[in-house]
């Protein structure tokens, strides 16, 4: 069975430095990896995806995540953190197959002005 | 290009009393659908999912059950809800090995 660890409750991070939050993932076979993002009261939000090829993925509002397939991680990082990127992060995995999605318990970053 | 919808947006009900959650897709036939159940502003919970119509997948024993009655509906009901039903509904869908796309939610507060 599939499994996704975020290893931090909490993200801290000044506006203007870069961020990372951390994933890891177990699956039986090749991942497709992803995150998303939620704000207060909304529902999650799809911010990009790794199913294959390059192992940097970029996707909406600058975010980008690394897959690394020895480490089997899949870090979620931005350059330069903004306020307005202060939210939760969910990181999730499937296997190849049809199956449903599996979230990590989430990371909530908070970027300080 | 596909929208879904989630409603109510809040609802409080008391204990005992039935549920019936709503969530229609639209732009996209014969996707899969799901319902999440998040507590405390953390971690999401799969309730259940279904690849078509009237098969549903249960992933916990619960006071729970789904419906899908038509290709782009997927209903959540309960006959009696408990103290412990409390919490933050999300539907979502998607394309077979694509991301998932989530509906705004319910909260739902039973009391």
């Known amino acids: 069975a599939q499994s996704v660890a975020q290893p931090e409750d909490q993200v801290n991070v000044a506006e203007g430095n870069p961020l990372t939050v951390k994933c890891t993932y177990s699956?039986?076979?090749?991942?497709?990896l992803f995150w998303y993002v939620q704000y207060p009261n909304r529902g999650l939000q799809f911010l990009l995806k790794y199913i294959t090829g390059d192992n940097l993925v970029k996707g909406s509002y600058g975010f980008e995540a690394e897959f690394n397939k020895s480490q089997t991680s899949f870090h979620l990082k931005k350059p330069s953190a903004l306020v307005s990127d202060s939210a939760l992060y969910f990181c999730?995995?499937?296997?190849?197959?049809?199956?449903?999605?599996?979230f990590g318990k989430g990371t909530r970053l908070s970027v300080i002005a | 290009s596909q929208t879904i919808h989630q409603w109510p947006a809040t609802l409080v009900q008391p204990v005992g009393s039935p549920l019936s959650l709503e969530c229609t897709v639209e732009g996209t036939s014969n996707p899969n659908l799901y319902w999440y159940r998040q507590a405390a502003g953390r971690g999401l919970q799969l309730l259940f999912y279904?690849?078509?119509?009237?098969?549903i997948s249960s992933e916990v024993p619960q006071n729970l059950s789904a419906s899908r009655p038509q290709d782009r509906q997927f209903i959540l009901s309960s006959k009696k809800l408990l103290l412990s039903d409390s919490g933050f509904y999300l539907c979502?869908?998607?394309?077979?090995?694509?991301?998932?796309?989530f509906g705004n939610g319910t909260r739902l507060t039973v009391t």
């Open positions: 699956v039986s076979g090749n991942p497709y």
């Open positions: 279904s690849v078509g119509i009237g098969q």
């Open positions: 979502a869908w998607s394309v077979p090995g694509g991301p998932l796309h």
């Open positions: 999730a995995v499937r296997d190849m197959g049809n199956t449903p999605l599996v």
